[in-house]
């Protein structure tokens, strides 16, 4: 009998094609007579200024990365949310070309990232204080349409990992944002990792190399999406054009996008032992006015 194993068959649709992909193309200008799978036409979006002597056609978009964790809905009403938000301009990637990208956490200088929390005190809890680009904000969830409006410019993409919970939470707020595309950075990944299955945010990050810390915390999470996204589109221009007359974005995007992390944010204890010094201080500075 032949006990040879058998080789498992790996399925069709093993590192599929999807217009999140081919959206990436048009948006980095490195596929020329890219086309929708649906066959829906591109939308009227002009090309980014760049640079004399420079090769990078970006078309001139804004990408809004969105995070939800923590999401709590009791009969139809939130209790409980943590929203994450992160914006890119491609102009100021351009701006990048010809300039020094190396040493600093290029990443924050570029893309502006928020962490909203809505709901009791004690949903404000110590793990926001990990949010590592910036300091987290309660806000009415009430307002959440407003802020993110105020946040953004048209026309631009709408980046999201999965994206089940976002969207979700916007059509429960009737939050209608008017993106040019949505991407999906599991499915954009797909072809250029050559994978049948959707990788996890955790998994995409350490693919391609991208530093990262305290997942799971909504604005994190926003800010580290859009990171993957730039290394999606620089692993896919790769493949597509077999490493030769290569954009000079690629180095930029890889820049910004495996650029370090921010200092850590303080941990709990820390926390507590400043407030505690800050309170200490002041009584003291109480006191000595008061022998004055």
Known sequence: MDSAKSTPVEP???GILRDETVMLRWVFGYCQNTQLINGISWPDIPQTSIPRGFKSDIKDLGFL???VDHFRVENGIIQRVEVGISYLKAQALQLLLGKSTQGDDLASRVIKSRHWVFGSKVAFSWENYHFLF???TPIKITDLGTWLR???RKPYVLIVHGGKQELSLLSL???KLEPVFIIDTGKAAQFPLQLWYRNSLKDLLEEFEVPYSHLHIAGNDAHLTLRVF????VRDAEIHLQGKNLPDWIPIL???AQSPLPPRPPTRREVAAIAQAEAEAERHTTIEAKEA
């Open 12 to 14: 069709a649709h093993k």
């Open 65 to 67: 990365s969105i995070d």
């Open 134 to 136: 910036g300091k987290a």
């Open 150 to 152: 105020g946040f953004t």
């Open 173 to 175: 707020l009737n939050i």
């Open 230 to 233: 730039l290394m999606i589109a």
């Open 254 to 256: 890889k820049a910004v």
